[in-house]
């Protein structure tokens, strides 16, 4: 079982709808989440982080987390063709590694 | 600021070369990554180096050597070139250990032939 998975997509969704990425994780002991975008060619941004359970806003991007499912989310509202990218999840432990996910391509129609 | 700076950005070796790619990073951060990037396979580490004068092993560092030189640069050496080494590789660095982001350079892209 990978460490921090992720459904690779691609998640096709229509401009102005809601996209929901998921991302699930296996060791309990993870302590920071974090989402980071990537667009074709580019480093990594990140747009999220997320370190107790519940929802946080920013934006038109909200990060969900359950520890007690382990389970991460992002969900971008009024989505955006330049929302097309490949969202990557990454978990620390607290220690000074991080574990990323292989990314979702997320594309957004016009 | 610059934030973290890589060279080269493109780079294409023989099988058996040998090559070092640089990063820095101008935020005072402690700790450095290397990491690579293959398709379907995410960012996988090779070293980091916790702080000055420290270096550790990731989850794929045969093949490859790492120097911290000083607080602000991070090395990353192919002694020796294989085809299984044409990856997109990725220096990133962060203040400190478990809650803050890391941030990225543009990436170095090397092929292998």
């Known amino acids: 079982q990978k460490e921090v998975e992720q459904n690779s997509g691609p998640l096709s969704v229509p401009e102005g709808a809601i996209a929901s990425l998921n991302c699930t994780y296996s060791?309990?002991?993870?302590?920071?989440f974090f989402w980071y975008r990537q667009y074709s060619g580019k480093s990594p941004e990140l747009i999220m982080f997320?370190?107790?359970?519940g929802d946080k806003e920013d934006g038109r991007f909200t990060a969900q987390l359950n520890k007690a499912s382990q389970y991460v989310s992002l969900l971008i509202r009024d989505s955006q063709p330049s929302d097309s990218a490949t969202y990557l999840c990454?978990?620390?432990?607290?220690?000074?590694?991080?574990?990323f996910g292989a990314g979702t391509r997320l594309f957004v129609k016009a | 600021n610059a934030g973290v700076t890589q060279t080269p950005k493109f780079q294409v070796l023989k099988t058996g070369q040998s090559m070092t790619l640089q990063c820095a990073q101008d935020?005072?951060?402690?700790?450095m990554y290397w990491y690579r990037q293959d398709p379907g396979m995410g960012l996988r580490l090779i070293y980091y180096?916790?702080?000055?004068?420290?270096?550790d092993k990731g989850e794929v560092p045969n093949g490859y050597n790492v120097s911290r030189l000083n607080k602000r640069e991070f090395s990353l050496r192919l002694e020796s070139a294989a085809p299984s080494q044409t990856s997109v590789y990725f220096c990133?660095?962060?203040?400190?250990?478990?809650?803050?982001?890391?941030?990225f350079g543009p990436g170095t892209r090397l092929t292998v032939l």
């Open positions: 935020m005072n951060h402690n700790s």
């Open positions: 060791d309990r002991g993870s302590q920071s």
């Open positions: 990454a978990v620390n432990t607290g220690g000074f590694k991080t574990i």
């Open positions: 180096s916790a702080s000055e004068g420290t270096t």
């Open positions: 997320i370190y107790s359970n």
């Open positions: 990133a660095s962060k203040s400190r250990e478990g809650y803050n982001e890391q941030f």
